[in-house]
């Protein structure tokens, strides 16, 4: 079984900086891509940013672009999320997904999850 263990969640001011970080515990092989997902009470999960572990191919939602950057460390099984100039409407908890087959990744399916991180943004 693999554990995805988030961290760096917590109260920001609007315009300030998060940087979260997830690892892949208990897990040999690397993950094919990791990814960061968010959810607000009452709407539906949303992809945020993910990157594939070969290559390190990465996309964004619209509203990520040129605020958030995905990176991973060396290891493949750690996994950044650079959050800057952050606004209220960022506030969300944030998941962490993972999968290791090609396919799952392609399509955005992912069968590992994490706990979760909340971000709050005050104005």
């Known amino acids: 079984r693999v554990y995805l263990v988030e961290s760096g969640g917590g109260p920001v001011q609007a315009g300030g900086s998060l940087r979260l970080s997830c690892v892949a515990s208990?897990?040999?092989?690397?993950?094919?891509?990791m990814a960061w997902y968010r959810q607000v009470p009452g709407k539906a999960r949303e992809g945020v940013a993910g990157?594939?572990?070969?290559?390190?191919?990465?996309w964004y939602s619209d509203s990520a672009k040129g605020r958030f950057t995905i990176s991973q460390a060396d290891s493949k099984k750690t996994v950044y999320l650079q959050m800057d100039n952050l606004k209220p409407d960022d506030s969300a908890v944030y998941y962490c997904?993972?999968?290791?087959?090609?396919?799952?990744?392609?399509?955005?399916?992912?069968?590992?999850w994490g706990q979760g991180t909340q971000v709050t943004v005050s104005s």
């Open positions: 997904a993972a999968d290791f087959a090609r396919l799952n990744c392609g399509n955005r399916t992912y069968d590992h």
């Open positions: 208990e897990s040999y092989w690397d993950p094919y891509c």
């Open positions: 990157i594939y572990s070969q290559g390190g191919m990465t």
